[in-house]
């Protein structure tokens, strides 16, 4: 199967310090935001102005006060009344993405969504019809999309280097069972929105939206998804992922082609370094390890907003969309119901 890029797709990852500067909110003090502040402080020219907590202002003020942020907000609503603020991230737990989302952008803020966009697709369509509507760019954090890495795999495939993509295999699992808001249902907790979405994403970079999917998982006690294997067929070409929250797994991702293969080394969707081996004994290696990984999709974000734009051509709305609906097929297939789906 063959699969077309376009130029941007497959150019050299633009270097995150060339992207303009702004001025960045974020909605959420967790890990996953700490990684956020630290790719735009260290890697970017923009800095991060303000942090929203929903459990209240200490917790916003212990993130800023370890951060060096200037303001610290008990409530989304004040962060997104601070005029000095032009991006949000939203970096809540899967199950309120979109509320706050569609906060932002009702107050005209741009807004980077962490993954998984939302917790299904319904919820991801409310986020797009709203960006829509008001104007502003919205774009899912699927950092892998951004890696230099990646820029690098689609060059390669586009100039014919391992022929047709027949074959995507990806796997990502951790052990995360001791994590409360992993087992939590109403917290849209499971392996698969945190963890398995890296695979899928990968696999609809590769291949695009599957014609027909398989899967199969197990479900813990709390009824979240445990582990989960999916097998996407597609016209001349099939992808094998799975992922799971109860060990951890190689985290590598492999690209068979009708002329050669693609070998990316775990962490696959982190930067990091790949092999491509063509059948007639030729290889060469691309070595893309970096600190944190986070400052390119940030980039990108400034980037395009610096330049009008309301959606990244490497990660479409349109793309979140379609990823949503393979995972609530896979969510479906498996029995996976959060408690305010039911």
Known sequence: MSHEYTASQTAIAPNPMDAPAFRWGIM????????????????????????????????????????????????????????????????????????????????????????????????????????????????????????????????????????????????HGQMLTHVERMVRPELAGGALLDLGVYPIAFAHDMLGVPTAITAKGRLRDTGVDGQVSMIFEYDGAQASLTTTMEARTPCTGHIGGTEGAIEIEGTFYQPTNFTLFRLDGTSWTYEGVFDNGFQWQAAEVARLVAAGKTESPLHTLDNSLEIMRIMDEVRAQVGVVYPNEK
Request: charged share 20%; net charge negative.
């Open 28 to 171: 959420g003090a967790g890990g996953i935001a700490r990684k956020l502040a630290d790719a735009v402080t260290r890697y970017t020219q923009s800095e991060v102005v303000g942090v929203a907590s929903a459990s209240g202002v200490e917790r916003a003020q212990q993130f800023a006060d370890e951060k060096g942020i200037p303001a610290a907000y008990g409530s989304y609503e004040e962060l997104l009344a601070d005029d000095s603020i032009d991006i949000v991230y939203v970096a809540t737990t899967h199950n309120n993405h979109h509320e706050p989302a569609l906060l932002a952008i009702e107050a005209g803020k741009h807004v980077l969504v962490e993954k998984a966009f939302t917790q299904n697709a319904a919820q991801a369509q409310l986020i797009v019809d709203a960006a829509r509507a008001k104007g502003v760019f919205v774009m899912e954090a699927m950092w892998a999309r951004h890696l230099p890495h990646m820029y690098a795999i689609r060059a390669a495939i586009a100039r014919g280097e391992i022929g047709d993509v027949v074959s995507v295999q990806a796997d």
